[in-house]
Protein backbone atom coordinates (compact mmCIF):
# COMPACT_ATOMS: atom_id res chain seq x y z
CA UNK A 1 0.00 0.00 0.00
CA UNK A 2 2.12 2.92 -1.51
CA UNK A 3 0.91 5.64 -0.93
CA UNK A 4 -1.37 5.20 2.10
CA UNK A 5 -4.25 3.40 1.04
CA UNK A 6 -3.81 2.63 -2.94
CA UNK A 7 -3.51 -0.68 -3.55
CA UNK A 8 -1.42 -2.12 -7.00
CA UNK A 9 -1.49 -6.03 -5.37
CA UNK A 10 -3.98 -7.98 -3.73
CA UNK A 11 -3.14 -8.93 -0.04
CA UNK A 12 -3.28 -8.88 3.71
CA UNK A 13 -1.82 -8.26 6.95
CA UNK A 14 -2.93 -11.27 9.65
CA UNK A 15 -0.61 -11.16 12.04
CA UNK A 16 -0.95 -10.85 15.88
CA UNK A 17 2.61 -10.52 17.34
CA UNK A 18 2.55 -11.65 21.52
CA UNK A 19 2.60 -7.83 22.35
CA UNK A 20 -1.15 -7.29 20.87
CA UNK A 21 -2.18 -10.62 22.15
CA UNK A 22 -1.42 -9.40 25.85
CA UNK A 23 -3.02 -6.03 25.62
CA UNK A 24 -6.32 -7.37 23.79
CA UNK A 25 -5.90 -10.01 26.83
CA UNK A 26 -6.31 -6.79 29.45
CA UNK A 27 -8.60 -4.76 26.92
CA UNK A 28 -11.22 -7.46 25.87
CA UNK A 29 -13.05 -7.57 29.15
CA UNK A 30 -13.90 -3.70 28.82
CA UNK A 31 -15.38 -4.44 25.41
CA UNK A 32 -18.81 -3.93 26.36
CA UNK A 33 -17.74 -0.30 28.07
CA UNK A 34 -15.47 0.82 25.20
CA UNK A 35 -18.67 0.24 22.88
CA UNK A 36 -20.71 2.23 25.13
CA UNK A 37 -18.15 4.85 25.49
CA UNK A 38 -18.16 4.75 21.65
CA UNK A 39 -21.98 4.37 20.90
CA UNK A 40 -22.42 7.98 23.75
CA UNK A 41 -19.84 10.01 21.91
CA UNK A 42 -21.43 8.98 18.90
CA UNK A 43 -25.16 9.90 19.86
CA UNK A 44 -23.62 13.65 21.10
CA UNK A 45 -22.23 14.48 17.52
CA UNK A 46 -24.93 13.27 15.85
CA UNK A 47 -27.48 15.41 18.24
CA UNK A 48 -25.04 18.52 17.88
CA UNK A 49 -24.44 18.05 14.04
CA UNK A 50 -28.00 17.54 13.63
CA UNK A 51 -28.21 21.35 12.63
CA UNK A 52 -25.77 20.97 9.40
CA UNK A 53 -28.09 19.48 6.99
CA UNK A 54 -29.61 21.56 4.24
CA UNK A 55 -27.07 24.46 4.74
CA UNK A 56 -26.15 26.64 1.57
CA UNK A 57 -22.26 27.20 2.26
CA UNK A 58 -21.68 23.71 3.73
CA UNK A 59 -24.05 20.54 4.28
CA UNK A 60 -22.41 18.08 6.68
CA UNK A 61 -24.47 14.65 7.30
CA UNK A 62 -23.91 12.65 10.55
CA UNK A 63 -24.25 8.61 10.38
CA UNK A 64 -28.04 7.00 9.54
CA UNK A 65 -28.60 4.52 12.77
CA UNK A 66 -31.70 2.30 13.30
CA UNK A 67 -33.80 1.79 16.47
CA UNK A 68 -33.81 -1.72 16.22
CA UNK A 69 -30.11 -2.46 15.65
CA UNK A 70 -26.83 -1.45 17.18
CA UNK A 71 -23.26 0.04 16.00
CA UNK A 72 -20.53 0.09 17.80
CA UNK A 73 -18.69 3.32 16.00
CA UNK A 74 -15.35 2.11 15.19
CA UNK A 75 -15.42 5.36 13.44
CA UNK A 76 -17.95 8.11 13.15
CA UNK A 77 -17.81 9.43 9.48
CA UNK A 78 -19.54 12.07 8.43
CA UNK A 79 -20.43 13.29 5.05
CA UNK A 80 -19.47 17.05 3.82
CA UNK A 81 -20.71 18.53 0.94
CA UNK A 82 -20.91 21.43 -1.09
CA UNK A 83 -24.62 23.66 -0.11
CA UNK A 84 -25.77 25.30 -2.88
CA UNK A 85 -23.76 28.09 -2.36
CA UNK A 86 -20.12 26.91 -1.99
CA UNK A 87 -17.95 29.15 -4.24
CA UNK A 88 -14.60 27.73 -3.17
CA UNK A 89 -12.18 25.67 -5.38
CA UNK A 90 -11.55 23.22 -2.80
CA UNK A 91 -13.98 20.09 -1.49
CA UNK A 92 -15.89 21.64 1.95
CA UNK A 93 -13.92 17.76 2.95
CA UNK A 94 -10.69 18.92 2.73
CA UNK A 95 -10.85 22.54 3.76
CA UNK A 96 -12.77 20.87 7.27
CA UNK A 97 -10.13 18.47 7.76
CA UNK A 98 -7.78 21.03 7.43
CA UNK A 99 -10.07 23.31 9.94
CA UNK A 100 -9.42 20.90 12.11
CA UNK A 101 -5.90 19.92 11.95
CA UNK A 102 -5.16 23.82 12.86
CA UNK A 103 -6.75 23.44 15.81
CA UNK A 104 -4.88 19.98 16.66
CA UNK A 105 -8.06 17.73 15.83
CA UNK A 106 -7.30 14.62 13.95
CA UNK A 107 -9.70 13.71 11.70
CA UNK A 108 -8.95 10.87 8.48
CA UNK A 109 -10.52 10.08 5.52
CA UNK A 110 -10.17 6.43 5.09
CA UNK A 111 -10.21 4.19 1.91
CA UNK A 112 -10.32 8.04 -0.39
CA UNK A 113 -10.38 5.37 -3.17
CA UNK A 114 -13.27 3.18 -3.28
CA UNK A 115 -12.68 -0.61 -3.39
CA UNK A 116 -13.85 -0.74 -7.75
CA UNK A 117 -11.45 1.87 -8.50
CA UNK A 118 -7.99 0.40 -6.83
CA UNK A 119 -5.20 -0.72 -9.30
CA UNK A 120 -5.37 -3.99 -7.65
CA UNK A 121 -8.82 -4.63 -9.00
CA UNK A 122 -8.89 -3.42 -12.12
CA UNK A 123 -5.93 -5.00 -14.44
CA UNK A 124 -5.49 -3.85 -18.00
CA UNK A 125 -8.97 -1.33 -17.76
CA UNK A 126 -10.64 1.75 -16.70
CA UNK A 127 -12.95 0.81 -13.80
CA UNK A 128 -16.88 0.70 -13.76
CA UNK A 129 -18.58 3.91 -12.35
CA UNK A 130 -20.27 3.64 -9.29
CA UNK A 131 -21.16 7.52 -8.89
CA UNK A 132 -22.91 7.14 -5.42
CA UNK A 133 -19.63 5.57 -4.43
CA UNK A 134 -17.20 7.58 -6.09
CA UNK A 135 -18.98 10.96 -4.46
CA UNK A 136 -18.79 9.49 -1.00
CA UNK A 137 -15.40 8.97 -0.89
CA UNK A 138 -14.68 12.55 -2.03
CA UNK A 139 -17.12 13.68 1.02
CA UNK A 140 -16.60 11.32 4.17
CA UNK A 141 -14.20 12.35 7.21
CA UNK A 142 -13.88 10.49 9.98
CA UNK A 143 -13.84 11.99 13.50
CA UNK A 144 -11.95 11.08 16.77
CA UNK A 145 -14.67 8.69 18.41
CA UNK A 146 -12.12 6.62 21.16
CA UNK A 147 -13.29 5.32 24.15
CA UNK A 148 -11.59 7.91 26.95
CA UNK A 149 -12.49 11.06 24.53
CA UNK A 150 -13.60 13.33 27.45
CA UNK A 151 -16.23 15.80 27.03
CA UNK A 152 -13.74 18.72 26.42
CA UNK A 153 -12.22 16.90 23.54
CA UNK A 154 -15.82 16.19 22.22
CA UNK A 155 -16.95 19.65 23.40
CA UNK A 156 -13.71 20.80 20.72
CA UNK A 157 -14.79 18.81 17.63
CA UNK A 158 -17.95 19.73 17.90
CA UNK A 159 -17.29 23.71 18.42
CA UNK A 160 -14.44 23.78 16.07
CA UNK A 161 -17.00 21.90 13.32
CA UNK A 162 -19.62 24.50 14.16
CA UNK A 163 -17.87 27.55 13.48
CA UNK A 164 -16.09 26.15 10.12
CA UNK A 165 -19.93 25.59 9.08
CA UNK A 166 -20.84 29.24 10.31
CA UNK A 167 -17.29 30.89 7.99
CA UNK A 168 -18.00 31.86 4.73
CA UNK A 169 -15.86 29.58 2.55
CA UNK A 170 -17.24 30.82 -0.71
Given at each position: M???Y???????????????????????????????????H???????L?A??????V?I???V???DR????????V????????????S??????????????????????????????R??G???A??????????????????E?TA?????????I???AG????
Open positions: APKYHRTIGGNFRLDALQAALLGVKLPHLAEYCTRRQRACLYTQRQLRDRDQELTPTHATHIFNQYTRVRRGPCWRHTQPRDLLRQWLAERGIASEVYYPVPVHAQECFPGPYALPATDAAANEVLSLPVFPMEEHGAVVTALEFARHG
